[in-house]
Every structure is written in C-alpha cells, then in structure tokens.
C-alpha cells in the first residue's frame, strides 16, 4: 500500500515552453523547481505519478547532520536552516520541527563510531553531544532497558513525509510555476547536442534547461542519453502504529529500530539492515562497482525477489519517444512490504518498549531506495547533454538533505555561486576506473 500522504490539484494546462523543465516530483525536484521559481524562472514540473508518490513519502522523514557522510554533512546542515525558511516563506506546513534525534546502543563499536564521527562533526560547528551510560538510559527510560552509550543531535530533527512534497509543490505554483501529475517524460530533444526540448506523453516544452530529479528512474532515464549513470535499488520496508496516549520521542534509534513521530499522531516504525536487493539486468551491469559497499555493509541488506525487475524502473530496455514508456506502464513504484521485516520490526520495537505490542498498525508500506556505489548523490551538469543536470542517487538521504540539495541544483542552473562545493557529487567520479570511496558512517 501507498504510504499516507496529501494530495493535491494539478496544473492545468501543459505549457508550450519553459525557462526550467523539471523531471521528477519528489523531494529534489519539488524544491528544486521552488527555488528556481523563486529566482524568476518559468518553470514546469513534470511528474509520471502523483508528486511526492515514490521514496519522498516512504521513508523515515529525519532530517540529520548526525552521522553523515562528511561529503554530505554541508548539504544536510544548509539544509536544516532551509526547511525552516521553506515554511516562513511560503506559510505551507511541511511538519519540520528540530526536536532532536536520540541514539543508544549497546554495541561498543557503533558507539565508538559515533565518538569519532562526533569529534569531527565538533570541529566543524555541528553540535552534537555524546552520552555516557546513566545519561543514555536516563533520557531513554520507556525503553526499561540499560545502555552502554548514546548520542544526542539537539539540531537535528524531523519532517512529515506525507505532507512535505505536496506542500512545496504548492508552494511552486503560488510562485506562478506549473505542476503536472500523471505526466511522464519520455525523453530529451538536443538541437546540436544540446537541451531543446522535453517530450512528454502530452506533448512537448520547448526549454534549455532540464534537471532530472527522478530517482530509481534516473539511470534507465540517463541511459537513453547514453549517459552511465551507475545506480540501484534496495527496497526497504517500513510500518505505521497508532501510539495514541504513549509517552514515546518524536525521534529514536536504538538496537537497529527507529521510530518516528507523524504528523496523523501515528509513529513509523523501521528496521534498519533489513533492506533487499532485487536482482535487474541494471543491478548486474553495475554490480562491480557496488562491491565495496556490499562489502562494507553486506550485514545490511539481503538478496530479494523479482519485484525489482517487475517494476521496470531498472530497464536496459530502449523506448522510443512517440510510443508510451516503462515510467507509463507503472505510474507509482509501490512495492509490496516483506511480511517477515514487518513482524520483525514489530517484535523488536516491542522487545524495547512492550506498549507497542497492543499498539494498532495503521499501515504498512516499502519504497525503492535509488543508491550510487558510495552512497553518496550525482548533483551537476552532465557535460555530454549541455543544459541537462541530474540530481539523483540520494541513497536514502535525500528527504533529509533535499532543500540543500535542491538548492545547489538551482546554483548550479542559474550561476549562482553554490551554496556548498559541488565537486564531490561529480557524476566523474563513477568513471570505470575510479575507486570507490565508501564511508564508515
């Protein structure tokens, strides 16, 4: 089932032409086209779906410096103060708040990691305070258990997933942008190579500037362009309990579980490692650049079935621009939830807190999370397809960083000087070739 979400109206009307075309209503391409807008641009967004429908509105919705990649740590912190900003601005409601995120442990590696990865967060400005054993179990009592350690992000915080695409979308057209759902891009016009135009189901927009934000479609999209973009999907599984009277944070993490307060009242419930692998045509194509992170991390996911490659978002397949495509056939990616995950999360999550046993489920949902070989996301301008610039690869980030991230996109398309470097989301550095930098954290 879809995961709980608002939806909204579309534009009406296609538009002839555009200063700025859009591929892709999630997170980034949402705030990309309101930023964009924001500076003057005409601006179209175009979304197969319905905005918001895919990872946007399946995932745990934190928004965190804690324990990011130091390549991402810029982006998640811009981002931050972005979220804030994006509700002053527009008066939409996206749920943000920084209540803070809570981790404890019981693993002395894993706290020992967020000790050093703290250290480093410090010397940059992030504050973030580690906790010894009494202060862990003290601030984490409904848990009735003892810890070794945790870590408090008092920064940090969270955003509902089923409101946020679909308030900046709003907030998009308010700017005077246009919106269209159930509209697919099928491909990209060049005139002497470069951007001139974007094909889609309803016809065509005339522009010289596109950014593909569309997830797990980004590499099958890419490669319609010959354009390697290395990407594949774990599916994650994910649950909604009502809490009612609990006494429970709006955000923790403890023994791989995490729960997170949404805006219904209800809290999501995750297992983090539970994640599955679909083998594709795609995954085996790219498959020896992902070693060094399923080395890593081989711990955290496990082989799955054939929903990956029923899907189609993994295609090797050609399409043709006048002839519906695989984004057509399967309008939303809506995987079915491994039934053993689900009642693994809940056995566990009521191991910690025993109340959540007789908690009602009110839902339960998995997502396509798109991932590159180092977990790290391809934002910039594809030099082969001048006036083409990709956002894709967040590798289950993205919520959380996408006001930064959409905002170094709309740097980059306007000249703008960055709000962070852009140089270490370089899609270069997939080069075949290259070695791949998989970080610990």
């Known amino acids: 089932m879809p995961a709980p979400m608002r939806f909204i109206q579309s534009s009406s009307t296609l538009p002839a032409e555009a200063d700025a075309v859009i591929i892709g209503g999630g997170i980034i391409g949402t705030f990309a086209a309101y930023y964009l807008a924001q500076r003057g641009l005409k601006v179209a967004l175009v979304e197969k779906g319905v ?18 990649d130091e390549r991402e740590l810029p982006l998640a912190t811009k981002a931050l103060d972005l979220w804030e900003q994006f509700g002053i601005e527009s008066g939409e409601e996206t749920g943000f708040r ?32 580690m906790l010894n054993s009494q202060e862990a179990t003290e601030r984490g009592q409904f848990t009735k258990q003892v810890w070794k350690g945790g870590v408090h992000s008092q920064m940090d915080g969270i955003a509902d997933p089923g409101l ?26 060049t005139t002497g190579g470069a951007v001139s135009g974007v094909v889609t189901e309803r016809g065509t927009i005339a522009t010289n500037l596109v950014i593909h934000a569309g997830g797990a479609w980004a590499s099958s999209f890419m490669r319609q362009l010959d354009v390697r973009f290395p990407q594949a999907t774990v599916r994650q599984s994910i649950l909604a309990v009502g809490t009612g009277h609990m006494s429970l944070p709006d955000a923790f ?26 083998p594709t ?55 079915v939830p491994d039934p053993k995950t689900i009642r693994l999360t809940v056995e566990r999550v009521s191991r910690l807190i025993p109340e959540v046993a007789r908690a009602p489920m009110v839902g339960a949902w998995a997502g396509f999370v798109d991932s ?7 934002i910039g301008e594809i030099p082969a397809v001048p006036g083409l610039i990709l956002a894709a690869g967040f590798s289950g980030h993205g919520f959380g960083i996408g006001p930064g991230a959409a905002h170094l996109v709309a740097d980059i398309a306007t000249g703008h000087d960055p709000i962070v470097d852009p140089h270490p989301y370089r899609l270069a550095r997939f080069t075949p070739g290259e070695k791949i930098d998989v970080s610990e954290f």
């Open 164 to 189: 946020a695409v679909p308030a900046v979308a709003r907030a998009v057209m308010a700017l005077g942008g246009t919106v269209h759902q159930a509209c697919a891009a099928r491909g990209i016009e």
């Open 98 to 129: 920084r209540c803070g995120l809570f981790y404890v442990s019981n693993d002395e590696s894993e706290i020992e990691t967020w000790a050093r990865w703290g250290e480093y967060a410090r010397s940059i400005g992030v504050k973030t305070r």
């Open 51 to 68: 905005v918001g429908g895919e990872q946007s509105s399946r995932n745990w919705g934190w928004c965190r410096q804690q324990n990011r």
């Open 372 to 378: 590159t070989p180092d977990g790290v996301p391809v």
């Open 281 to 335: 045509m795609q995954f085996l194509r790219f498959q020896k650049q992902f070693i060094p992170m399923f080395r890593q991390r081989w711990k955290k996911v496990s082989p799955g079935g054939l929903q990956g490659f029923r899907a189609g978002h993994e295609t090797l397949s050609r399409w043709v621009l006048d002839r519906p495509t695989p984004m057509e056939a399967r309008r939303i990616l809506d995987p």
């Open 253 to 278: 993490y403890g023994d791989s579980m995490s729960i997170t307060r949404r805006g219904d009242g209800a809290h999501s419930l995750a297992y983090s490692g539970r994640a599955k692998v679909d």
